[in-house]
């Protein structure tokens, strides 16, 4: 079995949980997720959802900020 190297993206695999390190250069384990048309589909979907909200209230104010306190207005 040839040694794996750590790269970046396996160092922050490895930070995140050591177990999963060992697990990933296994292909017994590997992940069948990769494949999964329902997630492939959720972004698009909350779109939709977003579209539709826009639709219902024309007169509700968009939130684009990505943290919560910039959401609610706190600073």
């Given at each position: 079995?040839?040694?794996?190297?750590?790269s970046k993206s396996r160092s922050k695999v490895a930070l995140e949980c050591p177990r999963k390190l060992t697990y990933l250069g296994d292909k017994r384990y590997a992940s069948t997720l990769d494949d999964d048309?329902?997630?492939e589909a959720l972004p698009d979907e909350g779109l939709q959802v977003g579209a539709l909200a826009k639709l219902m209230h024309p007169e509700g104010v968009g939130v684009t900020a990505r943290s919560v306190e910039e959401q609610v207005g706190r600073r």
């Amino acid at each position: 079995m040839k040694p794996a190297t750590l790269s970046k993206s396996r160092s922050k695999v490895a930070l995140e949980c050591p177990r999963k390190l060992t697990y990933l250069g296994d292909k017994r384990y590997a992940s069948t997720l990769d494949d999964d048309e329902f997630l492939e589909a959720l972004p698009d979907e909350g779109l939709q959802v977003g579209a539709l909200a826009k639709l219902m209230h024309p007169e509700g104010v968009g939130v684009t900020a990505r943290s919560v306190e910039e959401q609610v207005g706190r600073r």
